[in-house]
């Protein structure tokens, strides 16, 4: 796995901290910036540490499974692209037929709510940083990857309390495509690497 797919499953995981910054948006519309800072920064460590501890975990039992690890690189991004892909669609589809999504708001200013936002959006960071322990990643390219990781998620947290609703409703279905899409590539990419050209 080289740079540019890290760079991709960094964007690709960071579309659901998008979607809850900007539903969030409304609650830190006075916040000061060191504030808004220290918001992003939360869900940038905790994508960041999730993806650390699933690379620990794959690691702990990487050896048993070595013959399987292509198997499960594509079997994990693969649910969880496809997933993505679905929510996605699905709230297209509610969205063309008026129907509405949802959108609730969530109180960033809260310490309990963000740290359960965090978790909530890094969960498939654990199961992404699994997948990068079966496809041996050096140690440069995987702190490196993590350093992206959570760099690209304050960003988005950024991205999505700046744009608010207006983006939000207009790209948030959109991006989760997208970044269902670019998981379900990666898998399939290293898949084929595994087996056609290794």
């Given at each position: 796995?080289g740079?540019?797919?890290?760079f ?6 960071c ?7 900007v ?7 006075n ?5 808004i800072?220290?918001i992003?920064s939360?869900?940038?460590?905790f ?8 690379w ?5 039992f990487?050896?048993?499974i ?10 994990l991004l693969?649910?969880?692209?496809v997933?993505?892909c679905m929510e996605g ?7 063309r ?9 969530v109180?960033?200013l ?6 359960l ?9 654990l ?8 496809v041996?990643?050096g ?5 490196g ?5 959570t760099?690209?998620?304050v960003v988005?947290?950024?991205a ?5 609703k207006?983006l ?6 959109w ?14 990419k ?6 056609l050209?290794?």
């Open positions: 796995m740079w540019f797919e890290l991709l499953l960094a964007v690709s995981l579309f659901d901290t998008f979607a809850v910054s539903s969030g948006s409304c609650s830190i519309k916040a000061p910036a060191w504030r800072l220290l992003c939360v869900f940038g460590i994508q960041g540490a999730f993806t650390l501890i699933g620990l975990g794959g690691m702990s990487h050896h048993l070595s013959s399987l690890d292509h198997w499960i690189a594509l079997a693969l649910y969880i692209g997933k993505m669609v699905s709230n297209l589809r509610k969205a037929r008026g129907e509405s999504c949802a959108e609730v708001s109180n960033l809260s310490g309990k709510t963000l740290v936002s965090s978790i909530a959006t890094s969960i498939d960071a199961a992404v940083g699994i997948t990068l322990a079966m041996n990643l140690n440069m390219k995987l702190y990857g993590i350093a992206m990781i760099a690209v998620t988005a947290s950024l999505g309390i700046f744009s608010g207006w939000g409703r207009r790209l948030g279905e991006a989760q495509v997208a970044g269902g899409c670019i998981l379900a590539a990666i898998g399939i290293i898949f084929l690497e595994h087996t050209f290794a």
